[in-house]
């Protein structure tokens, strides 16, 4: 398994990370300890949590899952992310307090290796959050922050008020979600792939040292679905199926390789709760694409080049 050290904290994580997003489908708390085995044993040591996913019904979960599986706390990085509401993103110092103290208990844990805002709040006041990081972690109950889905003037909007360095950005990347990196291949053009809708967030967070979390690496659109094995993205998938047998891996694998492959050093979260396919997509890790395979996967998607 590669590793990433996250926004270079010295939290070393796994280059794959499972998300918990789905855990509370599963059919009861024996089911979860087989899925975090398999992930363990897989290589991976890095969990992503929420406190809306299942309304907090993933955290507890996972946390039971957790005390009742192998694994060590000690071992293991756990996230999770805090602020969206049913209707409403809050930042406001006193939920965020709430909000971690009730996914710590949630969780079972001491403390979280990293904490993330949930996608961005209009209504910020970045002073504000600066005296919540420096309680949390005054407090010892998170050891580094966070953002997730903010553009690099949302990010350094924030940056410029905290005592802590960002040290990760959550946002959707994938081999079809590749608008990140779609308005850098057409600089200078006028069609619709040369509109810059994130900011040049890419180049932004190799700058910064910020390490890309990659959501939903296996969905095309807004969750319609997976391309994986779908007909509507035949080319794709025997382009896939073509450099799964080269490397000795699946489809999965190249999908995660293809994300790894770029040199942002990124990290998945992957968000299936299949143990089979957990580890099929733990096994891209170790696949390195050529530069023309990278762009062969980029094409078959159906992108084009300048």
């Not at 709430?98 to 844990?109: H, I, T």
């Not at 003037?153 to 008020?161: F, I, M, T, Y």
């Not at 959501?215 to 094995?229: A, I």
Request: overall charge negative; glycine content about 8%; some cysteine.
């Amino acid at each position: 398994m590669k590793f990433v050290d996250l926004g270079r904290s010295g939290l070393n994580a796994s280059a794959v990370s499972l998300g918990l997003m789905r855990v509370n489908g599963l059919a009861d708390d024996a089911a979860a300890v087989k899925v975090l085995e398999t992930a363990v044993n897989s290589g991976i040591n890095f969990f992503d949590n929420a406190d809306m996913y299942g309304k907090g019904e993933c955290e507890a979960r996972f946390g039971r899952a957790l005390r009742q599986s192998s694994i060590k706390r000690e071992d293991i990085l756990i996230q999770t992310k805090v602020g969206i509401l049913d209707h409403a993103y809050d930042f406001s110092k006193q939920h965020l307090i709430e909000a971690v103290d009730g996914s710590l208990q949630r969780l079972g844990v001491d403390y979280v290796d990293s904490l993330l805002l949930h996608r961005p709040d209009a209504l910020i006041e970045p002073e504000e959050i600066a005296t919540v990081f420096d309680q949390l972690q005054n407090a010892g109950k998170v050891r580094q922050f966070g953002v997730s889905n903010m553009n690099p003037s949302q990010v350094e909007l924030l940056q410029h008020s905290l005592n802590q360095k960002l040290i990760v950005n959550q946002l959707q990347f994938g081999i079809m979600h590749t608008g990140p990196i779609d308005a850098g291949l057409h600089v200078n053009m006028t069609d619709p792939r040369s509109v810059d809708h994130d900011g040049g967030i890419i180049e932004y967070s190799r700058l910064h040292d910020m390490t890309i979390q990659a959501w939903s690496p296996f969905q095309y659109g807004f969750f319609e679905g997976v391309f994986m094995d779908n007909p509507k993205f035949q080319e794709l998938n025997d382009e896939l199926q073509k450099l799964a047998d080269k490397y000795h891996v699946t489809k999965n694998g190249i999908a995660v390789a293809w994300i790894l492959r770029h040199p942002a050093q990124m990290q998945v979260i992957l968000g299936s709760m299949n143990q089979e396919r957990i580890a099929q997509m733990a096994a891209g890790a170790d696949v390195k694409l050529t530069h023309q395979e990278w762009y062969d996967v980029y094409l078959a998607a159906g992108n084009n080049l300048p």
